[in-house]
């Protein structure tokens, strides 16, 4: 018989930790590096000036599918030196198809490891992005019944996890923060009082990575989501 445990808030990430995301967006990156080839830039350097467009929109506009083919649309014209012609216009809208509407594909285990956790923590979710979007792809997923509340913000940052803690009535110290992404799960959260738990995903956006204290204590880091049973 599992020991019990004293009971926690757990907050999780969704993009790339309880279902997968980013692999679509380089799916969609892959087909219009080999579309556009470009007569000098080999494909990771035209990789590294997408990368750039995108750093920039995201802090102008956001994240999400309508500013991911934005972006597109900017380093095509940028590398062609001109605008894009409505033709190109509907190739890329084309290339980026795939992103409206997919199914959403849960991590291995997921919604077996939430059903378990709920028993015994307060679960709430958090995660980023365009609101409809991400609701959309909450309301398909099946597992909003697991959390008490789930909040869909524009950013991650320091602020945000205060005012988690103070909407929920939670002292930061006891809570643990759940996901992928150093730069916007682990970091901040860390900075506001929090524990957090890593679970790496291969997939996970460049703009996301960022580097850990490895000496840190208040991050666990596990490689997959079912091994949260053991901490929890």
Partial sequence: MRQRREARVLVFDADDTLWENN?????????????????????????AVLDDIERANAV????????????????????????????????????AAALVGHQVELMPGVAETLDDLATRHELLLLTKGEREEQQRKLDVSGLLHHFRAAHIVPEKDVDTYRWLADEH??????????????????????????????????????????????????????????DLLGHF
Wanted: charged fraction near 30%; aromatic fraction near 8%; glycine fraction near 6%.
């Fill in 60 to 95: 102008a506009h956001g994240y999400g599918s309508k500013i991911f083919l934005r972006s597109l649309g900017e380093c095509l014209e940028k590398l062609r030196e001109r605008p894009a012609t409505e033709r190109e216009r509907r190739e890329l809208d084309d290339l």
């Fill in 23 to 47: 692999v679509l967006f380089e799916r969609v990156i892959d087909a219009f590096l080999a579309w556009l080839d470009h007569p000098t830039l080999d494909r990771a350097e035209i990789r």
């Fill in 169 to 226: 009535g939670f002292e930061p110290a006891t809570a643990w923060m759940i996901g992928n992404s150093p730069k916007s799960d682990i970091l901040p959260a860390r900075a506001a009082g929090m524990n957090a738990v890593f679970i790496p995903n291969e997939n996970t956006w460049v703009l996301e990575h960022d580097e850990l204290d490895p000496t840190d204590t208040g991050v666990v880091r596990l490689a997959a989501f079912t």
